[in-house]
């Protein structure tokens, strides 16, 4: 059993740029949630999909979207990158929305924007 | 607007000794914490959890107690060892509700 990946490890990008983070789910999880980690600080719940469709999300701006594929992988995508987007963006898994302890992270991203 | 607080950025503790991190939320919607360890370069991973309706759980070195009336909650580990220097993340979140709310973490050292 596979557990969660994430690519690319590392990123850089420039202001102004758009970037795509991708996320493979652990075997037989529909749930993926993508929070975004900034230095000295705790992860920050972006927003979750379940079953491809985006079932919650947090205080982020529309330039922070997703897409879940059938298969259960994920992507978030950020257009219009602004220097406090650098951060670690954490992808997470789970069996199904709900029993929130249950919820497996990757390694992240780390996105430099300068 | 923080709503879960780790006032403690870092800790220093004995290795064999008890070390005991600290969290406090402000919203009384949440019913459900956790508690997640992080290493560098490592995505967190879930640690133990308790719901609003208990006020202590254990599981094996690790306990970790709620006070509700004081929006409180504590994590225990007895006897800290030297691979429990991590950086640990306090969480809650609403039954309703599957967004999970993280604190800022407190780095646990421990010492040998």
């Known amino acids: 059993e596979t557990g969660v990946t994430q690519s690319p490890t590392h990123l850089i990008k420039t202001r102004g740029q758009q970037v795509t983070l991708r996320c493979s789910s652990q075997?037989?999880?529909?749930?993926v949630s993508w929070y975004q980690q900034a230095l000295g600080q705790g992860p920050q719940f972006i927003f979750q999909?379940?079953?491809?469709?985006?079932?919650g999300r947090g205080n982020f701006p529309p330039r922070f979207s997703g897409l879940q594929f059938p298969n259960y992988s994920s992507e978030l995508n950020v257009n219009a990158l602004e220097l406090d987007d650098s951060a670690l963006y954490l992808c997470?898994?789970?069996?199904?929305?709900?029993?929130?302890?249950?919820?497996?992270f990757g390694p992240g991203t780390r996105l430099t924007v300068t | 607007d923080q709503q879960v607080k780790q006032n403690s950025p870092s800790l220093s503790v004995q290795e064999g000794r008890i070390s005991i991190l600290n969290c406090d939320y402000t919203?009384?919607?949440?019913?459900?914490f956790l508690w997640y360890k992080k290493y560098p370069a490592e995505g967190p991973t879930f640690l133990i959890s308790?719901?609003?309706?208990?006020d202590k759980n254990e599981d094996g070195r690790f306990t970790v107690f709620l006070n509700k009336s004081a929006k409180h909650l504590s994590l225990h580990i007895v006897p800290s060892q030297p691979g429990d220097s991590a950086v640990y993340f306090c969480?809650?979140?609403?039954?309703?509700?599957?967004?999970?709310?993280f604190g800022k973490g407190t780095r646990l050292h421990i010492l040998p």
């Open positions: 969480a809650a979140s609403g039954s309703r509700d599957d967004k999970i709310i």
């Open positions: 308790i719901s609003s309706i208990k």
């Open positions: 997470a898994s789970r069996p199904n929305p709900g029993q929130s302890y249950e919820q497996y």
């Open positions: 075997s037989g999880h529909n749930t």
């Open positions: 919203n009384s919607m949440f019913d459900y």
């Open positions: 999909y379940y079953r491809e469709e985006e079932n």
